[in-house]
């Protein structure tokens, strides 16, 4: 799924993911450390069905995808997504990362907070998240925003055998 126009922060522009943007999104999805807590698996684990995945995002009819630019100089610097709900066309889905360079610069933050704004725009009333319970500093940007721990679960790595317990956030939206 695709939007018509960019979203754009006050720091950032969201914009829908292209077949150009796969060098970058590969790099930071699989990287050891800056896709430690997504379930995307590190480089050598990736098979040629998930490979087919990652290279059809673009025309991918199950959410939205997204890069994220910095505004002042074009740099691409994280990359989100938004899942409708199947059942409930008002509940979403979001994730996001950042570029490691890019930690601790209050950019997801600004993601989700674009993101939300969107998502109010187009009749969402209600948003949900899973962030791994070890990845503290995601967890606390949600709580920050408003989110609350609505179910405990857990994800796997894709194809590594690595699990990670996890929360499910909850916002509505307002």
Not at 7 to 19: A, D, E, F, H
Not at 67 to 79: A, Q, R
Not at 100 to 115: A, N, Q, Y
């Amino acid at each position: 799924m695709k939007i018509e126009n960019k979203l754009i922060g006050k720091r950032i522009v969201i914009r829908s993911y292209q077949r150009s943007d796969l060098d970058f999104v590969s790099k930071m999805w699989f990287d050891k450390e800056n896709g430690k807590y997504l379930s995307d698996p590190e480089k050598e684990y990736i098979d040629e069905k998930f490979q087919r995945a990652v290279d059809g995002l673009e025309d991918s009819s199950f959410g939205y995808y997204f890069v994220v630019e910095s505004l002042e100089t074009g740099e691409l610097v994280g990359s989100c997504s938004v899942f409708p709900d199947e059942n409930d066309k008002s509940v979403f889905d979001i994730g996001y990362c950042v570029l490691k360079s890019h930690w601790r610069e209050g950019l997801g933050s600004e993601i989700v907070t674009t993101l939300l704004d969107w998502i109010r725009s187009k009749g969402g009333e209600r948003v949900t998240a899973e962030v791994a319970k070890e990845n503290a500093a995601s967890c606390g940007l949600l709580r920050k925003l408003g989110f609350e721990v609505i179910k405990e679960t857990s994800f796997k790595k894709y194809n590594m055998g690595i699990e990670f317990d996890s929360f499910i956030f909850g916002k509505t939206l307002k």
